[in-house]
């Protein structure tokens, strides 16, 4: 790359933390975009820092159209250009049924999960075509995307217009150099599962739905946005890898 450097949004944790460690350790400077945490986002940085690799972190809420543009002008000055974007920033499901869900926490999920990776593909586009530059958006998505669940509506809704922002830019992008892909985990350990973090039995119990037998590691996830953005995976656009032990191939088991 002419200009290795990374935004990550929702970086401060997680799979986001995950993605601008592996980043650096690849060998590209990296923009930790985080919502409220300035001491994880600080954190997240520091792995940057010791791969060698500059950082900067940047506080931006992705579902504000001008916090957003300001984050991308921050880092255009500080970093360079990004060529590399992973739009991991996200809130989890609410776990209530659509008939008792408020309009405010619906558009709290699509704002998040939906708009904000829009946001941040539109500018980034808007960005390398001005310069004629190649580049990758990795979107962090979920097998719920496909595989829904009762009290998760809005996440598995804004999952499923996330896939289709997916394959609507790969190929509104092609002709620009600019790859588009998604990942779609499963079961994670990271914050977002807290209780699977902190209490054996209830993250047994879900493990033993995982044809793996365990749950999944946000480095493992990293590591395979980390392929998507390095010049191997030159020749794969539109797709959504999936990553989640084969949980979503037991869809049909028992039926």
Not at 51 to 62: E, M, P, S
Request: charged share 20%.
């Amino acid at each position: 790359m002419t200009n290795p450097v990374a935004l990550v949004t929702g970086a401060e944790s997680g799979i986001g933390a995950a993605c601008a460690a592996q980043l650096a350790a690849q060998g590209l400077d990296v923009a930790v975009l985080f919502f409220k945490d300035q001491a994880a986002a600080d954190a997240t940085a520091a792995t940057v820092t010791a791969a060698g690799r500059r950082a900067i972190t940047v506080q931006a809420d992705v579902s504000d159209e001008i916090a957003v543009e300001a984050a991308f002008d921050r880092v255009k000055a500080d970093l360079g250009l990004p060529t590399v974007l992973v739009n991991s920033a996200g809130l989890n499901q609410s776990g209530v049924v659509v008939a008792d869900m408020t309009t405010a926490q619906w558009q709290r999920l699509l704002d998040s999960d939906l708009t904000g990776p829009f946001l941040t593909s539109r500018r980034f586009v808007q960005d390398l075509r001005a310069v004629k530059s190649p580049g990758k958006i990795i979107n962090i998505s979920s097998i719920h995307a496909s595989d829904v669940r009762a009290g998760a509506a809005d996440y598995c809704a804004a999952k499923g217009g996330l896939k289709n922002l997916t394959e609507t830019m790969a190929l509104e992008c092609a002709s620009l150099g600019i790859t588009v892909n998604a990942i779609a985990p499963g079961m994670i350990l990271t914050p977002m599962n807290s209780r699977a973090l902190t209490d054996a039995s209830y993250r047994k119990s879900l493990e033993a739905d995982v044809p793996l037998g365990r749950a999944g590691r946000p480095e493992e996830v990293a590591k395979l946005a980390a392929y998507l953005a390095s010049a191997a995976a030159d020749y794969i656009t539109g797709a959504t890898l999936t990553i989640d032990g084969g949980l979503s191939l037991l869809l049909a088991e028992g039926a």
